[in-house]
Nanobody, 117 residues
Framework: QVQLVESGGGLVQPGGSLRLSCAGS????????MGWYRQAPGKQRELVAS??????????TIANSVKGRFTISRDNAKNSVYLQMNSLQPEDTAVYYC????????WGQGTQVTVSS
């Protein structure tokens, strides 16, 4: 079964940037619509960005709350999906996870992003 491992989180000041990585244990990841999710304390997990497989065009969808600041990409050679986050704000503080766009894989441990001065 595919395992997902997220990394790249940390503490950053408002206005800063981070790049999150999601590595899958198998190449099947490359055939799936993948997404980045986040869950802030006391809130539901929400989808912030998704990307279709590269053979399908690699089209992306970005949530309005992060549009213009976050970019999702993928690298088939590395079975990985990335989330570039710029102009981070305190409201972006959350644990970030990757999964398919339909949440069909077991969740990884996530990576904590904290935006604070």
């Amino acid at each position: 079964q595919v395992q997902l491992v997220e990394s790249g989180g940390g503490l950053v000041q408002p206005g800063g940037s981070l790049r999150l990585s999601c590595a899958g244990s198998g190449s099947v990841l490359n055939l799936l619509n993948m997404g980045w999710y986040r869950q802030a304390p006391g809130k539901q997990r929400e989808l912030v960005a998704s990307i279709s497989p590269i053979p399908s065009g690699g089209s992306t969808t970005i949530a309005n709350s992060v549009k213009g600041r976050f970019t999702i990409s993928r690298d088939n050679a590395k079975n990985s999906v990335y989330l570039q986050m710029n102009s981070l704000q305190p409201e972006d503080t959350a644990v970030y996870y990757c999964n398919t766009a339909r949440r069909t894989l077991p969740w990884g441990q996530g990576t904590q992003v904290t935006v604070s001065s």
